[in-house]
């Protein structure tokens, strides 16, 4: 960047780490799919809805979600986008894909990184199975990625 | 307590905006706008009771960032308070202020610049640290899957989403305050990177840097300030679902149920009919297709068909975003306050090239977070 432009900034950078507290429904889903590779949601005691992520509180019903339910690793994409722009935080070298998915036993979404740079390759219905990371850091990343079912 | 439909917008000013206003702190954006207005109404910091902003934290770079910018909006040692989000909801917050009786004028701002930090990042902020950020996930990436499963829930084409932007950069040309100002085609838009599959990189906003204040005033203070005060009508606002695979990616269901409670409050039965003009928060070109739908200009899926028809642009029944839009200027915080100023100006018969003949009636939608998450409709008219 030039001089003059330099002239006229400062530059700064926030750094602050965090310990971001999981809680019960975080802490069993990333466990459970890094130790096991076991993809769980939860269930609605009211309208018996499977949320995957799962988390404490069915929005629909209003309702505490304690049931735990193994769903299936594979399912169908109900939409995808391939992304050709750069950021730091990307955890692929794009063209990668997003999905939105929704895995066998779910009542709801899944948002995940699908492998597939191509978007001709890629079709809505076609099914994905998740590939899991072969030394889990506890992230959402411990499932790597989803791949086409070819 | 002062009804709905005596609080007035008595006048608003506005920066130009532009990619990267680097000779001015947003301080002194926001000090611009605000003098302009004591000047151009008359009066001077006294005259204002109060003072709502809006802005964003992680975009300013530090936190209560409203502080960086008291001396600018005049409110040391006066009642201030911020609404961390898009202008629109200060709009409201300020608008409250009088209905509550609690102030006579309100002074309403918002600014961004969007150049001193990268945008991308910011809005990975967005995310929820668990499930989402982690992915990498933004604004461009929430956009693309939008735009993919509502196009191809209602066969809606990339040439019927390009209309949305080549009518947007087209109406920037006659708004002197737009980023953008530049007549593209439909083939520029088409040729343009591929950036969000199927999103290009005009199908996308730029990012700008920029500031909008407003003064509000309760009915009698109103018409003493201002031949031409434009009358607060109706409000409605509905969040939809945060995390992305709970969320309707086809419809706008927080926009629809906004918009009903909106209409309802100001007595609009057929919107088409009723609004003579609205400006609206398109964050990409076919998120604009999608807020026909959930505004009723429009039925279910047709939205492409709709901008087709040309009702929406210049010339036809109801125009949408006569200033160019967000496509044409985007200082993300600001977005929501810029569509009530230019509605403002439509109603006072101030806005000039860009102006819609005979605007009655107006509709500015402010929108917060990713894809229609946080939805803000307001309803304005321009005789009491």
């Known amino acids: 960047m030039s001089q003059e432009i330099e002239k006229k900034v400062f530059r700064g950078r926030i750094k602050v780490p965090y310990k971001h507290t999981a809680g ?11 130790k096991n590779n076991k993809i769980f949601g939860v269930k609605c005691p009211k309208c018996k809805k499977v949320y995957v992520p799962p988390k404490m509180i069915c929005f629909e019903c209003f309702e505490k979600m304690e049931e735990w ?34 895995l066998d036993g779910a009542d709801t979404d899944f948002v995940h990184i699908i492998k597939e740079s191509d978007p001709e390759k890629l079709k809505i219905g076609m099914k994905v199975k998740a590939v899991f990371k072969e030394k889990p850091r506890k992230r959402i990343l411990d499932i790597e990625y989803f791949e086409p079912i070819q | 307590m002062t009804e709905i439909g005596k609080v007035a917008i008595v006048g608003v000013a506005q920066t130009k905006y532009e990619e990267d206003k680097i000779d001015q702190t947003y301080s002194e954006l926001v000090f611009e706008v605000v003098k302009k207005l004591h000047n151009d109404l008359g009066i001077t910091n006294d005259d204002v009771g109060c003072v709502i902003t809006s802005s964003n934290d992680f975009n300013d770079g530090r936190t209560i960032a409203n502080m960086a910018i008291q001396d600018a909006v005049g409110s040391v040692r006066k009642a201030e308070s911020r609404v961390s989000g898009d202008g629109a909801f200060a709009f409201m917050y300020g608008a409250m202020r009088i209905l509550s009786e609690s102030f006579d004028t309100v002074m309403v701002v918002s600014h961004c610049k969007c150049s001193e930090v990268s945008q991308y990042l910011v809005n990975n902020t967005i995310f929820d640290p668990y499930y989402q950020r982690h992915l990498g996930l933004d604004q461009i990436s929430s956009a693309g899957l939008m735009a993919n499963m509502y196009m191809n829930k209602y066969g809606v084409t990339e040439e019927q989403a390009a209309m949305v932007v080549v009518k947007n950069r087209k109406n920037a040309l006659n708004n002197p305050y737009a980023h953008l100002r530049e007549e593209i085609s439909i083939n520029d838009v088409l040729n343009s990177k591929m950036m969000a599959y199927p999103l290009k990189e005009l199908d996308f906003p730029p990012f700008s840097d920029g500031a909008v204040a407003m003064l509000l005033a309760k009915e009698d203070v109103a018409k003493k300030m201002t031949d031409t005060p434009i009358w607060f009508k109706g409000y409605g606002n509905c969040t939809d679902a945060y995390y992305l695979g709970n969320r309707n990616m086809t419809d706008l269901i ?19 009919e009723n609004l003579d003009v609205c400006e609206v928060s398109e964050s990409f070109s076919v998120h604009e297709l999608m807020i026909y739908e959930a505004l009723g200009l429009c039925d279910k899926g047709e939205g492409g068909k709709f901008i087709e028809s040309g009702e929406t642009e210049m010339n036809g029944s109801t125009p949408v975003n006569p200033s160019g839009g967000v496509l044409s200027s985007n200082p993300t915080m600001a977005n929501g306050l810029i569509r009530v100023a230019e509605i403002a100006l439509q109603l006072q018969g101030k806005a000039d090239k860009r102006q819609v003949p005979n605007a009655k009636t107006g509709l500015a939608y402010g929108m917060n977070g990713i894809c229609s998450q946080g939805n803000c409709v307001l309803i304005f008219g321009g005789e009491n």
């Open chain 1, 69 to 102: 339910v193994e769903i299936g690793n594979q399912g169908i994409v109900k939409g995808f986008t391939v992304i050709t722009h750069s950021t730091p935080v990307m955890p692929l070298e794009p063209p990668f894909a997003y999905g939105i998915i929704r």
């Open chain 1, 24 to 34: 019960a429904y975080v802490e069993k889903f990333i466990t459970e799919i890094g």
């Open chain 2, 254 to 272: 927080g926009l629809e149920l906004a918009a009903k409670e909106a209409y309802r409050m100001a007595g609009v039965n057929n919107p088409r």
